[in-house]
Antibody, heavy 122, light 106 residues
Framework: QLQLHESGPGLVKPSETLSLTCTVS??????????WDWIRQPPGKGLEWIGT???????YYNPSLQSRVTISVDTSKNQFSLKLRSVTASDTAVYYC??????????????WGQGTLVTVSS | SYELTQPLSVSVALGQTARITCGGN??????VHWYQQKPGQAPVLVIY???NRPSGIPERFSGSNSGNTATLTISRAQAGDEADYYC?????????FGGGTRLTVL
């Protein structure tokens, strides 16, 4: 059974960089046709896609966040990571890592991590 | 950018049929996926590619997509179906979520 687990600081100061890592277990991050997502959800609000990476390093980003976001992959550790720069209070959210169950154009997100709350506050 | 419009809330009587819509320009030409999210939990995929159910999802959940509207239908609604539901598509190399619909089972 595939499992994803987010890790990283739960509190980040304004203007600093939010860094999270997702560890994938029960399957290989290098499997063909699977894509790996970061999705967030501010308290009491809806889902917002941050970006996606393929094991080869190909990335897709939300245009509204693209200037501040970097997603990377480490296949040797079966992990992928998120960096969000210059954070503000509006970046406070539960951050999920997740997997697309196939091609981005045809597949939904079939596995999700439990989510981790990141609060931006001084 | 592409937008998906969902009603904020839908109510359904216990045992009746609930329909949650997701509106978008020519959404019928796209693959629509639906997620259920209960409080404090991660979302769960309940319908993919318009009308397909992942393993473990009850047959009571079904989907359709045509024209400018996709619909998630929940038959014989149960108390356990009370949750937030989100539609999602892929457009112009981006993942787009609808704003979400709160389903209340009365």
């Amino acid at each position: 059974q595939l499992q994803l687990h987010e890790s990283g600081p739960g509190l980040v100061k304004p203007s600093e960089t939010l860094s999270l890592t997702c560890t994938v277990s029960g399957g290989s991050i290098s499997s063909d046709n699977y894509y790996w997502d970061w999705i967030r959800q501010p308290p009491g609000k809806g889902l917002e896609w941050i970006g996606t990476i393929y094991y080869s390093g190909t990335t897709y980003y939300n245009p509204s966040l693209q200037s501040r976001v970097t997603i990377s992959v480490d296949t040797s550790k079966n992990q992928f990571s998120l960096k969000l720069r210059s954070v503000t209070a509006s970046d406070t959210a539960v951050y999920y890592c997740a997997r697309h169950g196939g091609r981005m154009s045809t597949s939904g997100v079939d596995y999700w991590g439990q989510g981790t709350l990141v609060t931006v506050s001084s | 950018s592409y937008e998906l419009t969902q009603p904020l809330s839908v109510s359904v009587a216990l045992g009746q049929t609930a329909r949650i819509t997701c509106g978008g320009n020519n959404i019928g030409t796209k693959n629509v996926h639906w997620y259920q999210q209960k409080p404090g939990q991660a979302p769960v995929l309940v319908i993919y590619r318009d009308s397909n159910r992942p393993s473990g999802i009850p047959e009571r959940f079904s989907g359709s997509n045509s024209g400018n509207t996709a619909t998630l239908t929940i038959s014989r609604a149960q108390a356990g179906d009370e949750a937030d539901y989100y539609c999602q598509v892929w457009d112009s190399s981006t993942v787009v979520f609808g704003g979400g619909t709160r389903l209340t089972v009365l």
